[in-house]
């Protein structure tokens, strides 16, 4: 938890409060916020948080929201989300440097020329990507409900899946269609090493892997169960399994360490010697960024409202059709 940090100084903002806690609450009264974080964030974010899920789970509790102010602690793609959905309101990310490398990976213009490309495709996109690639897109999907949305689609209509290749040919396996898909990957999904998780799973016989699908092919073969965060989480709560080794971002292990304190989680290793299976994004995020977010009401995410009513279509679509 949050201990020697309390007291410390910020040169550039002034002094922080001592208990930053209690601080944060009394900002969220004040301002009628609401904090909503993803299941990748340090704990302690994780812990003051209003709603923690995933990418499904984060954008209907921005669509249905009454706050006045959002906090997202989350990544930039997030929170546009939540601007998307909520025009009217505040929308403050704690560190506008919190992106994405799967997002990064899909320029606009490169995209609008792979689409020219492919006329008459549906494009269905991974909401892991900016705001102009959801305002080119004609549906978004999450991990949680992919599969769901593509089997929706007539299997006469050609479709290119965008950004992450890793869960496109998921789907594809999943559903038998054949995508188009744009050569997008997650440096974090794509940094475990398929020969450390062998090598786990012999010295901990009992214990079965759970993978993102944003994983790599290689990951994903060694996987008792494959899910987004959420189905994860949920299923290790379900699952009589006392160990897990977990293939996707290590944050997620403190809700599964929470839920499931009697059951042991270990994070699946990278290829090198590094921190390289955290996400060096989401980790921007911290509870002091947090803090300094609502009491200057800053940095704030804006988007030209042409953007915002073109991404809005196929955000809208998503949540019609995962209902």
């Known amino acids: 938890m949050f201990t020697t940090a309390l007291a410390s100084k910020n040169t550039h903002q002034g002094d922080l409060p001592l208990d930053l806690f209690a601080a ?41 929201t009454n706050a006045d102010v959002i906090v997202f602690a989350g990544v930039h793609f997030m929170a546009e989300t939540a601007k998307i959905l909520n025009p009217d309101k505040l929308v403050l990310l704690p560190d506008l440097n919190a992106g994405c490398s799967l997002a990064d990976t ?20 991974y909401i892991n990507c900016s705001a102009e690639i959801k305002a080119m897109s ?40 054949d995508l188009v898909l744009w050569q997008g990957s997650c440096i974090v999904h794509e940094t475990f090493s398929e020969k450390k998780i062998v090598q786990l799973k012999i010295a901990h016989p009992q214990a079965q892997a759970i993978a993102h699908p944003e994983c790599e092919t290689s990951v994903l073969r060694h996987a008792s169960f494959i899910g987004s965060t959420a189905a994860l989480l949920k299923y290790c709560q379900e699952s009589p399994v006392q160990e897990f080794i977990v293939a996707t971002e290590p944050g997620i292990i403190h809700q599964m360490q929470k839920l499931a304190p009697h059951k042991s989680f270990i994070p699946a290793p990278p290829i090198n010697n590094c921190a390289c299976n955290e996400c060096p994004f989401m980790r921007l ?36 059709m995962s209902a």
Request: glycine share 2%; charged share 25%.
């Open 24 to 64: 944060i609450e009394s900002l969220k009264k004040e301002l009628n916020a609401v904090i909503l974080a993803h299941y990748y964030q340090e704990p302690d974010i994780q812990d003051i948080a209003d709603f923690i899920g995933d990418s499904l789970q984060l954008a209907k509790a921005a669509a249905n």
């Open 285 to 320: 995020n911290t509870l002091e960024k947090l803090y300094w977010a609502m009491k200057n009401r800053t940095p704030e995410i804006n988007m030209s409202e042409d953007t915002r009513n073109r991404a809005l279509k196929p955000i809208k679509r998503m949540l019609e």
């Open 106 to 125: 899909c320029p606009p213009e490169a995209f609008a020329s792979f689409k020219a490309a492919h006329p008459n495709h549906l494009v269905v996109s």
């Open 138 to 177: 004609d549906i978004i999907c999450t991990s949680s409900n992919a599969v769901k949305i593509v089997e929706q689609i007539p299997e006469e209509q050609p479709i290119i899946f965008a950004p992450d290749r890793n869960l496109g040919r998921y789907v594809m396996e999943k559903t038998g269609r």
